[in-house]
């Protein structure tokens, strides 16, 4: 078993030389800096299991080095127990709020210290894990999906270009460019399929991380009504434009980037498209109901069973022997996933023949929650 490394950081040369050695004497491996800067370097150079850090030190005290650790990707997700002798709440919210994992004030006992050390160090462990499994089931759905999800567009660029090469003298100028618009076809729908698994790949990533959510929705951004009516109307206009689209948008600023909320809104009208017949209606509503703006995007098409609608997820798809579905599933889970790490839900409405409604809870910025 691996010994649990811990960086001490105090410029009290008996307070460090004491939590070092009793830390030793548990078995653990310490490393120790008697300033902020340093301390920061050795975190980096080490990546330790969690970091102890004095509060008050000359120079770079213990909340700067706490922000200069959250703010590298290679020290994020590191926990940080703060040391002060300071008891007022304040000071120990005002560290917590920085994103401290815990704060101890001097004296402390050994059990105490132990105690904190060893509850960080399951929590990390445990959020790691998480992580490690949520990523080996992207890698096996990923394994299953892609030989089928790739296939047909894949077998009609090698079929059509392997008819051009071989019968080229032998065909018609609009035999030629019917093939060659196959190819370019299949090309564009087969880079959608790797950007969306990429796409997705990244957002379970992200789910892991302890600090996603407060950075996606650190900024508000006004106007959102206006960007979801653009994103639809390009949307129904890249399939043909031959969908009646009607939409009725409340103003509304919401705590979300332009391109995640752009993402929501072309996957769900995507799949709207895709799956209704032409000139039928999509409408789309956006209002506010309690602590959410409720975006919602209805269509005519045909639907699905109350057993499908519970089996959503990335790479599941229905009914492959009667319908064409490629990627349905995993534009669904993509805008799922973009509206959970934002603080919000999806919600589907659906049944056979009769449509399909799918809602998106996103919090309003006063009622976000961290």
Known sequence: MNRKKIVVIDDDETTLRTISRILETYDYVTFGADNGREGVELVTRT????????????????????????????????PVLLLSARRDPAEIRHGMKLGADDYLTKPFSTEDLLRCIEVRIQQREKIVRQSSQQLEQLRRSIAMRLPHEFRTPLSSIIVFGELLAGDYDSLSREQAMEMIATIVSSGHRLSGLVENFIYLARLEI?????????????????????????????????????????????????????????????????????????????????????????????????????????????????????????????????????????????????????????????????????
Do not use: W
């Open 47 to 78: 990546q330790p299991d969690i970091v102890i850090c004095d509060v008050m030190m000359p120079g770079m005290n213990g909340y700067e080095v706490l922000l200069e650790l959250r703010n590298h990707a290679g020290t994020a997700t590191i």
């Open 206 to 370: 992200m789910a892991g991380q302890p600090t996603t959510k407060e950075e996606l929705t650190s900024f508000p951004l006004p106007g959102c009504d206006a960007i979801i009516a653009e994103a639809a109307k390009h949307q129904v206009l890249i399939y043909g434009n031959f969908h009646l689209l009607t939409m009725t948008l409340a103003p509304v600023t919401l705590c979300i980037s332009d391109a995640y909320l752009r993402k929501i809104i072309a996957e769900l009208v995507s799949n709207a498209c895709k799956f209704s017949m032409p000139k039928t209606a999509i409408t789309i509503t956006g209002g506010i109901e309690r602590n959410f703006y409720v975006i919602s995007i209805t269509d005519e098409g045909r639907g699905m069973k109350l057993e499908q609608i519970s089996n959503i997820g990335a790479y599941m798809q229905f009914d492959r022997d009667r319908h064409e579905q490629q990627g349905q599933g995993l534009g669904l889970e993509i805008a799922k996933r973009i509206t959970e790490l934002h603080g919000g839900g999806l919600a589907i409405k659906s049944a056979p023949d009769e449509g399909t409604t799918v809602q998106v809870f996103l919090p309003l910025p006063e009622h976000r929650e961290f």
